[in-house]
């Protein structure tokens, strides 16, 4: 069975950095895609950042410039680095990951609906 396990959020003051971390466990799974997404209280979840198996990645327009996410070289953890924060990213942040089999629309569309996995999500809290 897949999990994922995020880790790193907190609380930081506008303009500060964090570090989101996502442990991926699981030896049969495979994935051509993960993806980071995040809910804040009265909104949609929305995909923030992607990255394909090939390394490609895409972002939300809002945190172009100021987020970026990466693997470690075995993939086995999931990263997002945080910086120039907004009160505006206030959100619980998910981790999740897009089954191969389900691969057809491009990894940075962030489908909800793609993604066959999510972890319980990490707090991230920005005071203005």
């Known amino acids: 069975q897949v999990q994922l396990v995020e880790s790193g959020g907190g609380s930081v003051q506008a303009g500060g950095s964090l570090r989101l971390s996502c442990a991926v466990y699981g030896y049969r799974y495979r994935s051509d895609c993960m993806a980071w997404f995040r809910h804040a209280p009265g909104k949609e979840r929305e995909g923030v950042a992607a990255?394909?198996?090939?390394?490609?990645?895409g972002y939300v327009d809002s945190v172009k410039g100021r987020f970026t996410i990466f693997q470690d070289s075995a993939k086995t953890t999931l990263y997002l680095q945080m910086n120039s924060l907004k009160s505006e990213d206030t959100a619980m942040y998910y981790c999740?990951?897009?089954?191969?089999?389900?691969?057809?629309?491009?990894?940075?569309?962030?489908?909800?609906?793609?993604?066959?996995?999510w972890g319980q999500g990490t707090q991230v809290t920005v005071a203005s």
């Open positions: 990255i394909a198996g090939d390394g490609n990645t």
């Open positions: 999740a990951a897009r089954p191969a089999t389900r691969g057809f629309w491009p990894c940075a569309s962030m489908r909800k609906v793609d993604f066959g996995y």
